[in-house]
């Protein structure tokens, strides 16, 4: 599944039409339960962390919303794929947890990502003991944007997503880029960065000229996605 999935973000990569890319699953019990724990052996973890890893790291130069819709567990490698998304919706009965501790290993994505998103203290709690968190305290320490409930929650995550899918795709590009650029600086380099984006790119589409006029002209935007 891993070889797939690197497959389809490498096609991703190269089509400029997509507006966003979304992690979803069939059936209602789980997202994801991670990597086969026989995968871990010595004799082939070197070449299931090659894969893997491979993945987030097309994931990182990937400039459209991408999106996890989870509706059940996610656990182990499945939570660490569903916090590198960039909007990740919820339902109400999802349980959500790292449990590789239990195991005797830890989590090297999550590792690397979740100081970023939750913070230091959220991190060591669920890396050190491995326990399971609910879909609403995911929300609330930053790994999930919205929890809906079960009865409806295709129809949810649509109306979630579609303000996502009515805006600018170049806009959107230049400024997943800005945000993603400033990941590893500090405030000043990365608003310098962000600056450069902003005037070189964001400034020199069709649409930012024309999302400035609409609002002048006082009438609705009609995005060229150019």
Same mark, same amino acid.
């Given at each position: 599944?891993?070889?797939?999935?690197?497959?389809? #973000?490498?096609?991703?990569?190269?089509?400029?039409?997509?507006?966003?890319?979304?992690?979803?699953?069939?059936?209602?019990?789980?997202?994801?339960?991670?990597?086969?724990?026989?995968?871990?052996?010595?004799?082939?973890?070197?070449?299931?962390?090659?894969?893997?890893?491979?993945?987030?790291?097309? #994931?990182?130069?990937?400039?459209?919303?991408?999106?996890?819709?989870?509706?059940?567990?996610?656990?182990?490698?499945?939570?660490?794929?569903?916090?590198?998304?960039?909007?990740?919706?919820?339902?109400?009965?999802?349980?959500?947890?790292?449990?590789?501790?239990?195991?005797?290993?830890?989590?090297?994505?999550?590792?690397?990502?979740?100081?970023?998103?939750?913070?230091?203290?959220?991190?060591?709690?669920?890396?050190?003991?491995?326990?399971?968190?609910?879909?609403?305290?995911?929300?609330?320490?930053?790994?999930?944007?919205?929890?809906?409930?079960?009865?409806?929650?295709?129809?949810?995550?649509?109306?979630?997503?579609?303000?996502?899918?009515?805006?600018?795709?170049?806009?959107?590009?230049?400024?997943?880029?800005?945000?993603?650029?400033?990941?590893? #600086?500090?405030?000043?380099?990365?608003?310098?960065?962000?600056?450069?984006?902003?005037?070189?790119?964001?400034?020199?589409?069709?649409?930012?000229?024309?999302?400035?006029?609409?609002?002048?002209?006082?009438?609705?935007?009609?995005?060229?996605?150019?």
């Amino acid at each position: 599944m891993m070889k797939e999935i690197n497959e389809v #973000l490498l096609d991703v990569k190269k089509d400029g039409s997509l507006q966003m890319l979304v992690f979803d699953h069939a059936g209602d019990k789980a997202f994801c339960d991670g990597v086969d724990v026989a995968d871990h052996t010595e004799d082939r973890v070197d070449e299931m962390i090659d894969v893997f890893h491979r993945m987030f790291r097309h #994931l990182m130069e990937i400039d459209i919303p991408t999106v996890a819709v989870v509706n059940g567990r996610s656990l182990g490698g499945g939570c660490e794929l569903m916090s590198f998304c960039d909007i990740v919706v919820a339902s109400e009965k999802s349980r959500i947890g790292q449990p590789e501790i239990a195991v005797g290993v830890f989590p090297p994505v999550a590792a690397a990502w979740f100081p970023k998103i939750i913070g230091l203290k959220k991190t060591y709690e669920l890396l050190l003991t491995g326990k399971m968190i609910s879909a609403k305290e995911a929300e609330a320490i930053g790994l999930v944007n919205a929890v809906f409930p079960v009865e409806g929650f295709k129809e949810s995550v649509d109306k979630f997503l579609g303000d996502f899918m009515n805006k600018s795709r170049p806009v959107i590009m230049w400024t997943k880029k800005a945000i993603k650029a400033g990941l590893s #600086l500090d405030f000043v380099q990365a608003l310098n960065a962000s600056e450069v984006i902003y005037n070189k790119g964001c400034m020199a589409t069709a649409d930012a000229k024309e999302g400035i006029s609409a609002f002048m002209e006082k009438r609705k935007a009609v995005w060229k996605d150019k």
